[in-house]
Nanobody, 122 residues
Framework: QVQLVESGGELVQAGDSLRLSCAAS????????MGWFRQTPGKEREFVGT????????YYTDSVKDRFIIYRAYTRSTMYLQMDSLKPEDTAVYYC???????????????WGQGTQVTVSS
């Protein structure tokens, strides 16, 4: 099992920056990739971006490609989502996920965090 804990969500203003963290514990050696998703009420969960756990690549949805960066701290099994130039439409609960799927990008995610709320005011 892998446990994921997100942190860093808060209320910010449009144009601000924010960094989310996702700490992984447990059987982290089983992780091939990790990713970020987000969800707003009444909508399906949306893919944001993913990173190969060996740090060999990242992949983003088009709406965040030039504003968000995913990276990891190898020694602490922690993944980060650096969000710049935030917009009100980025408001959502952000979820961290881990995958043991070796395909790139992965098609399934095995483990999920509890989510952290990001609110961007206009």
């Amino acid at each position: 099992q892998v446990q994921l804990v997100e942190s860093g969500g808060e209320l910010v203003q449009a144009g601000d920056s924010l960094r989310l963290s996702c700490a992984a514990s447990g059987r982290t050696l089983s992780i091939s990739t990790m990713g970020w998703f987000r969800q707003t009420p009444g909508k399906e969960r949306e893919f944001v971006g993913t990173i190969n756990w060996l740090g060999q690549g990242t992949y983003y949805t088009d709406s965040v490609k030039d504003r968000f960066i995913i990276y990891r701290a190898y020694t602490r099994s922690t993944m980060y989502l650096q969000m710049d130039s935030l917009k009100p439409e980025d408001t959502a609960v952000y979820y961290c996920a881990a995958s043991s799927d070796n395909r790139w990008p992965p098609q399934t995610y095995n483990y999920w965090g509890q989510g952290t709320q990001v609110t961007v005011s206009s």
